[in-house]
Nanobody, 124 residues
């Protein structure tokens, strides 16, 4: 079993930055590629960013490419999402998730492990 706990959300003005953290515990951290997703009420949860288990491959949704950066610290069992140049449309609950697939995947169904989410609100 894998436990995920997000932190770092909050209220920020448009153009500002936030860094989200995801603490991973349970089974061996380095075996799980990780993703960040986000969801607003009434909409489906959407893929934001992905990092392979080695950290050597990352990918992003087009809407955040160039503004968000996913990274990990294996020694501390942490995954980060650095969010810069934030826009009001980035307002959402952000979730980290772990996948058991060794392929690059973005579908929710491919991620069996989820955190509880952290709220990010960007004011205009």
């Amino acid at each position: 079993q894998v436990q995920l706990v997000e932190s770092g959300g909050g209220l920020v003005q448009a153009g500002g930055s936030l860094r989200l953290s995801c603490a991973v515990s349970g089974r061996t951290f380095s075996r799980y590629p990780m993703g960040w997703f986000r969801q607003v009420p009434g909409k489906e949860r959407e893929f934001v960013a992905y990092i392979s288990w080695s950290g050597g491959f990352t990918d992003y949704a087009d809407s955040v490419k160039g503004r968000f950066t996913i990274s990990q610290n294996n020694a501390k069992n942490l995954v980060y999402l650095q969010m810069n140049s934030l826009k009001p449309e980035d307002t959402s609950v952000y979730y980290c998730a772990a996948t058991t697939s060794l392929r690059f995947v973005t579908a929710i169904r491919d991620y069996p492990y989820w955190g509880q989410g952290t709220q990010v609100t960007v004011s205009s």
